[in-house]
């Protein structure tokens, strides 16, 4: 048999695994290759001239150009997202004050009569003038000036008539130089009540034009206003604008000339048959922080009436009060008083205290040596250690009401004393003390600046509780005490106030030093 013969010959036989066909022996290799292994890059950092290369490369050149657009777009955006923030956020506008708004008004009492029999009595108070300016007084209320039968239609006969006149119009000169406004008390000077208008026109013209003539007078004298009481017959509408056109005449956007009115009861009389807001016709009330009594007032009476002013302001109001002490008190609330008298919205107005007004008893004590010598030498120290404290705490209440704003025109905001929860320094347990009045406090608030003053009327000493203090920032720094014997930074959850104590602190929050 041939070899080749049939299909499936011999040499046609396929392979195990292989395909089988025609000429395929010679084409299909006889072993299966393995697969070539991928190759394996590893890394290495690119060398300088590499990177140089990648670098300078149109894509990079696109990445940083979108970096740096990127980053300014993010910072314009912050910034105005920051000025959005500041502008719609609620914050504190500065009042723009009068002088007046901003004056401590001080009181003081001439005595004419003296003057007339010699004395060096109204130049005493010129050579004082520097004085009072350096404590913080900005203006004076002249008391006595004028007899109080005098009728205000002869104030300007009777003032050209007096001897004294050359002495006051050089009082009012040594007061510009000293930079102090002077004001004059017209209060109960006018005796003359006006029943029949209608049976009286010709008279009482001739009264509003001598009355006119009157102001005139004194405001070109130098005169920065009047005062006159809510009892006095000038207390009326129609006299009131008749004063507030003289006194537009002589005013000018630097100096106002005002009209002072004090208020004699616990609430200020209306305007007779008023159409008119008060605020408009006077400038400043002066209220009586105590009311007026005949007999010292007690603890209680003296706390009473505190809380009653306190819980008053935080209603009112739109006309600029001015607050004096007013009734009688005993002597170791006199500090206190002073205190909350300076402490309070609108402008203080102090009442003649030698232990403020020291240059007027120095010479009184030069002239008294022999008693000096009789006095035991402690007790005169103690005294002018008493006074010269006295005077630091009016001076430093002075200063801090003159810059603080939240003490010019800050919110006021009366805070109520847990009574049933006062501590005593002595045993540190909850004690209660029916018969001495509660810590009384409050906060003059302006922006995130808040000082608290606290008054303990009673006769016991008190601290503070921890619930009540719990709302408000727990640190903060001394700024006054009655004694002026704090100093430094304080907590109010270990605070303690003495027998008769004021404090006020500024508060502020941890990390914060504003």
Avoid at 168 to 180: P, R
Avoid at 323 to 330: I, K, P
Avoid at 393 to 400: D, G
Avoid at 482 to 487: K, T
Wanted: net charge negative; aromatic share 8%; proline share 6%.
């Amino acid at each position: 048999m041939p070899l080749n013969a049939g299909e499936s010959g011999y040499g046609s036989v396929p392979g195990a695994g292989l395909s089988g066909g025609v000429g395929t022996s010679e084409t299909a290799p006889l072993l299966i290759p393995e697969p070539e292994p991928e190759p394996v890059y590893e890394w290495h950092p690119m060398a300088r001239a590499e990177l140089e290369a990648a670098a300078g490369g149109p894509g990079w050149r696109r990445v940083r150009c979108y970096m740096v657009v990127l980053f300014w777009f993010t910072w314009v955006a912050m910034l105005a997202v920051s000025i959005s923030i500041i502008v719609i956020s609620p914050r504190p506008v500065g009042r723009s004050l009068t002088w007046w708004q901003r004056s401590l008004f001080y009181e003081l009492q001439l005595d004419l009569e003296a003057q007339a029999e010699g004395s060096d009595g109204i130049n005493a108070v010129c050579e004082r003038l520097p004085y009072l300016k350096s404590l913080g007084v900005s203006a004076l209320i002249l008391e006595g000036v004028f007899q109080k039968k005098t009728s205000p239609s002869n104030l300007t006969v009777t003032a050209e008539n007096m001897e004294t006149l050359a002495q006051i119009q050089h009082l009012l000169m040594e007061s510009y130089k000293a930079d102090l406004k002077v004001m004059l008390d017209f209060c109960k000077v006018d005796p003359l009540v006006l029943k029949d208008v209608a049976g009286s026109l010709d008279k009482l013209s001739n009264q509003s034009a001598a009355l006119q003539h009157a102001l005139r007078f004194w405001l070109e004298q130098g005169v920065a206003g009047f005062l006159i009481c809510d009892t006095d017959a000038a207390y009326s509408e129609e006299t009131l604008l008749e004063w507030r056109s003289v006194l537009e005449e002589f005013s000018t956007r630097e100096e106002e000339r005002i009209v002072v009115v004090k208020q004699t009861g616990d609430a200020l009389l209306p305007l007779n048959d008023s159409s008119h807001s008060n605020v408009t016709l006077v400038n400043v009330v002066i209220r009586s922080i105590l009311p007026h009594s005949d007999h010292p007032l007690s603890t209680q009476e003296v706390a009473d009436a505190i809380k009653t002013q306190l819980q008053t302001e935080e209603e009112e109001e739109d006309i600029w009060p001015s607050w004096t002490v007013g009734g009688q008190t005993s002597h170791e609330l006199k500090r206190l008083l002073l205190v909350l008298m300076m402490t309070l919205p609108g402008s203080p107005a102090i009442q003649y205290n030698e232990e403020i007004d020291q240059t007027q008893t120095e010479p009184l004590e030069r002239g008294s040596s022999q008693k000096e010598r009789d006095e035991p030498s402690n007790a005169h120290r103690n005294k002018e250690k008493t006074r010269s404290s006295v005077l630091a705490l009016f001076t430093t209440l002075s200063n801090s009401k003159a810059r603080e704003e939240a003490l010019l025109y800050g919110s006021l905001t009366f805070l109520p004393f847990n009574t049933s929860s006062n501590f005593s320094s002595s045993t540190n347990a909850t004690v209660s003390f029916p018969s001495s009045p509660p810590i009384l406090a409050f906060l003059r608030s302006w922006g995130c600046v808040h000082f608290l003053v606290l008054l303990n009327v009673g006769a016991k000493p008190q601290s503070l509780d921890p619930v009540w203090a719990q709302n408000l920032p727990e640190t903060g720094v001394f700024v006054a005490s009655s004694g002026m014997n704090h100093l430094g930074s304080t907590s109010l959850r270990a605070l303690t106030l003495q027998p008769h104590e004021a404090m006020v602190i500024k508060l502020f929050k941890a990390g914060s030093y504003s």
